[in-house]
């Protein structure tokens, strides 16, 4: 049966239809949605209503020729001029350099294939090509996989509503320790060919590649394994399944170019997105097992705890404009340092305003964070004023992470100082150890260890949960680091007013020294 009853307002879209069907948004021609009717959609009587996605919400202001149609057979079940919000300008859902973008499956912004010419996306089909020939020359035969494989087989070219590409391999290894160690040994090869590569997980990362208009896109690469029959490639498959369905490689052709594929592709898709594969659904969402997930998270992911969440939650504040007013905690380290800072390091740096405060009174600063998302705003106003702060990746949950830039910082000359702001009470104690670790490489050679804690909630105060924190008594921080050799030079606590709030929340300070 058709969709009808399709109605269009500020609050989403509101549709009937007996069966389930994906249906496609478009503003002025252009796809910009896709959403599953019954699955996404609250039933009312026998309509249902789709919220428009969050990330979408601000650029609904204004008139567009918006149009519903069904995804699978282009039936169009809406076509209107409509006007959103309170503005008079067309509708243009495009990034802060006027490049198009579109809803993903994740229903993140993102800018999806179908918005790019084959000269813009160029680049990145060479870098699977010179990805998969670098993986190769390191013992691995790798493959496209996911949507890239599914683009490949399916039509021969990338899925328009996919916004990165995906390679797999499946290695010699069976077991998942010895998967990871091969895992970060191709990612040094790759970082010696000069990429840039985020890690995911134990067995899985993100190479960064530049398109020719200097969008960058990412080019995931996901490790897989063989193990007592079911195999296990990370993201989402753990399914019974034999060696002699993926080697020897076959091939696959995308845009043009032949690469190599599993040798039933039939089989591997099946596994990957079930028999269904063959109908196009740009709103697939994987149901993976909680046992799949267990014990994935288990051997691969605990170096990504929550990385997510902070990812999203910076996304959101990535528009709205920078408050550059330092934090009373900044102004007090300036305070005790005299005024006068050498070098400071901030463990935790979030958004990074305390840090360019910090580097404006003439410091050179160094951000460290897990999400360096949140901090994008702050180092572009940072180059733009040529003042001395830069922003690098630092992984609490991962030791080398830790180690390995504590190791290059302490190299630096200069007298140091560390600041720790709301850090401690928002990860957990191994985490902290960690912490505690690179602050005692850092500050053996002198300097000094600045840290602020949440001690206690106040009463309908929100600073606690909108910062994503827990309490942590103080003495538990300083019996952690006396344990790592530590003199505590003061320590106090204050109680500090949130508007609106009945009482304050409490926090606790540190000045910490380590014997040199």
């Given amino acids: 049966m058709a969709v009808t009853g399709v109605c269009v307002d500020d609050d989403g879209i509101r549709a009937q239809s007996d069966a389930e069907v994906v249906l496609d948004v478009l503003f002025d021609g252009r796809r910009i949605w896709s959403f599953h009717l019954h699955r996404d959609g609250t039933r009312r009587g026998s309509t249902y209503a789709v919220p428009w996605p969050s990330a979408l919400r601000r650029f609904l202001n204004g008139t567009t020729q918006l149009t519903v149609a069904e995804h699978v057979g282009g039936h169009v079940a809406f076509d209107e001029e409509l006007h959103l919000g309170d503005g008079d300008e067309r509708i243009a ?38 990805v998969l020939g670098a993986l190769k020359k390191a013992g691995i035969d790798a493959f496209p996989a996911y949507g890239t494989l599914l683009g490949a087989v399916r039509a021969g070219e990338l899925i328009g509503h996919d916004s990165d590409a995906d390679l797999g391999y499946v290695s010699e290894h069976s077991h998942p320790a010895d998967v990871v160690l091969e895992s970060f040994r191709l990612q040094r090869a790759l970082t010696d060919m000069g990429y840039r590569i985020s890690r995911y997980s134990g067995i899985a990362f993100k190479v960064d590649v530049v398109e020719a208009d200097g969008s960058v896109r990412g080019l995931d690469v996901f490790g897989g394994f063989l193990n007592d029959g079911y195999l296990y490639l990370m993201g989402e498959i753990r399914t019974p399944f034999r060696r002699d369905w993926i080697f020897p490689l076959g091939t696959t052709t995308l845009e043009g170019r032949e690469l190599p594929a599993p040798a039933d592709t039939d089989r591997f898709l099946t596994a990957t997105y079930g028999p269904s594969w063959r109908v196009p659904d740009p709103a697939y969402k994987f149901e993976t097992p909680q046992s799949t997930h267990r014990r994935l998270n288990g051997w691969f992911r605990g170096t990504r705890v929550a990385r997510e969440a902070w990812d999203r939650a910076y996304s959101r504040r990535l528009d709205e404009p920078v408050d550059l007013t330092p934090s009373d905690f900044a102004r007090w380290v300036a305070e005790q340092e005299g005024g006068a800072l050498d070098r400071v390091v901030d463990l935790g740096c979030g958004r990074g305003i305390d840090d360019l405060w910090l580097a404006r009174q003439g410091a050179r600063a160094v951000g460290l964070d897990y999400a360096l998302r949140g901090s994008e705003q702050v180092a572009a106003i940072a180059e733009d004023e040529d003042v001395d702060l830069e922003f690098r ?103 500090v007013d949130t508007p609106g709030a009945q009482t304050g929340h409490r926090i606790g300070r540190l000045v910490i020294e380590w014997q040199t």
């Avoid at 100082?417 to 005692?440: K, L």
Wanted: some cysteine.
């Fill in 93 to 130: 859902v495009v990034n802060d350099r006027g490049l198009p973008l579109g809803i993903d499956k994740s229903l993140r912004l993102a800018q999806t294939f179908d918005t790019r010419s084959a000269e813009h996306v160029a680049p990145l089909l060479d870098s699977i090509e010179e």
């Fill in 393 to 495: 990746h630092l992984n609490l949950c991962e030791l080398r992470s830790v180690l390995a830039q504590a190791a290059r910082l302490a190299r630096d000359p200069g007298r140091t100082v560390v600041t720790v702001r709301h850090v401690a009470e928002a990860t957990d104690r191994p985490s902290r150890e960690r912490m505690w670790r690179a602050c005692e490489m850092l500050l053996r050679g002198g300097g000094r260890l600045y840290v602020e804690v949440l001690v206690g909630r106040g009463k309908g105060d929100p600073f606690a949960r909108r910062e994503h924190l827990r309490t942590l008594p103080l003495r538990q921080v300083v019996q952690e680091l006396k344990a790592r050799g530590a003199r505590v030079v003061s320590r106090e606590s204050m109680r």
